[in-house]
């Protein structure tokens, strides 16, 4: 098992950056495919980008490719969501989730049933 803890949320004014981390407890980070996603209020909870067990292997919804980047230090059991040019439609709950049995990036990546362990979530809030 592992578990997840995002911070690094907070307000931000349009055009401005934020880095979300997510530190992972447990064993064998390395083995997890980690996932961003993210929850607008009356929306669903929506993909957002994933990583590889290795790092090198990266993957972004449309919306948030050029602005975000997704990166993981196995070293330090964390992984990490660089937020740049936030726009208002930005705002949302940021979750971070793993799984162990993802390939990537096979279209389950983006599913938010297909990952197992799910942190608690942390707001991003984005003002005009």
């Known amino acids: 098992q592992v578990q997840l803890v995002e911070s690094g949320g907070g307000l931000v004014q349009a055009g401005g950056s934020l880095r979300l981390s997510c530190a992972a407890s447990g064993r064998s980070f390395s083995a997890y495919v980690m996932g961003w996603f993210r929850q607008a209020p009356g929306k669903e909870r929506e993909f957002v980008s994933a990583i590889s067990r290795s790092g090198v292997g990266t993957y972004y919804t449309d919306s948030v490719k050029g602005r975000f980047t997704v990166s993981r230090d196995n070293a330090r059991n964390t992984v990490y969501l660089q937020m740049n040019s936030l726009q208002p439609e930005d705002t949302a709950v940021y979750y971070c989730?793993?799984?162990?049995?993802?390939?990537?990036?096979?279209?389950?990546?983006?599913?938010?049933?297909?990952?197992?362990?799910w942190g608690q979530g942390t707001q991003v809030t984005v003002s005009s």
């Open positions: 989730a793993a799984d162990s049995t993802i390939t990537p990036w096979a279209a389950g990546s983006r599913a938010a049933g297909s990952y197992d362990y």
